[in-house]
């Protein structure tokens, strides 16, 4: 009885000196700090036009497109560093060798482009208070970007914008969507402000 009782308790000491059994913790993501909403005009002189952004992002001017000069001077990136993405913005004047329909056509194309990951493209046509018509795409799935947009002057057709915006990170629409749903804001409210000067 003793010898059963001796094996008992030294049975209970050794296991409670082992080490708790490792369970795995579910998956999680990293807490993101949203930023108090706010806007500023963008005032570059190398654009003919202007529009509002968050003062939480920054404009960056585009300086080279693949090791050569961009086509137009007002080419930029509104960069939100608190998220780690861009929206890439190239402007392009309408001209006989750039006509309005090439420019479109080639929108369309950039955007199909993710079809090969992309489970559906929502298209959108819009027209802003201040005469500014275009398309808006919004593109679901595990893409690289998932929003871009063309804008142009609807009566003159002088000009033509386009704009993508793309997460520096693992294509992951679950994880990404909270982040893009703030974003995606204040790409409407870019698209809702934009108006040409000239």
């Known amino acids: 009885m003793r010898f059963t009782i001796f094996f008992f308790l030294f049975a209970m000491m050794v296991q409670a000196c082992e080490e708790p059994a490792l369970v795995p913790k579910p998956r999680a993501y ?60 190239s402007y392009v004047p309408i001209t006989a060798e750039a006509p309005l329909d090439k420019l479109k056509t080639d929108a369309f194309k950039m955007t199909d482009w993710h079809n090969k990951k992309a489970t559906y493209i929502d298209e959108r046509p819009f027209l802003n208070p201040n005469g500014v018509k275009g398309m808006l795409f919004e593109v679901e799935g595990p893409v690289a970007s998932q929003m871009q947009f063309y804008m142009t002057d609807s009566l003159e057709q002088k000009h033509f914008m386009r704009g993508a915006l793309y997460f520096y990170a693992k294509a992951q629409p679950d994880s990404l969507a909270p982040v893009y749903n703030f974003v995606k804001e204040d790409v409407l409210h870019m698209i809702e402000t934009f108006k040409w000067t000239q």
């Open 30 to 89: 990293p807490k993101v700090v949203y930023p108090e909403r706010g806007y500023q005009p963008f005032t570059e002189n190398y654009c003919d036009f202007t529009f509002e952004y968050p003062v939480y992002a920054t404009i960056q001017q585009d300086t080279a497109f693949f090791d050569e000069k961009p086509a137009h001077p007002c080419w930029f990136n509104v960069y939100f560093p608190d998220f780690e993405c861009r929206i890439h913005c």
